[in-house]
């Protein structure tokens, strides 16, 4: 997991059961990596890209 370090920095500050809000625009590759990591934390993860990804990871374009 290349972002691995930044990931969990973000991770650290939240606790088990928290919801994870990722509203930064990453490729859609990233989405698995960042999922994994909250679930390993007990967080849920929610992809909401402000601008520029217009596909869902594992979804239809929109």
Known sequence: MPHRAAIEGAA????AGQIWLQTST??????P?????????????IDAP??????L???DAR
């Open 12 to 15: 650290d500050g939240l606790r």
């Open 26 to 31: 990453v490729g859609v590759d990233a989405i």
């Open 33 to 45: 990596e960042l999922a994994a990591v909250a679930q390993e934390y007990g967080l849920r993860l």
């Open 50 to 55: 402000v601008m520029g990804t217009r596909q």
């Open 57 to 59: 990871h594992g979804g």
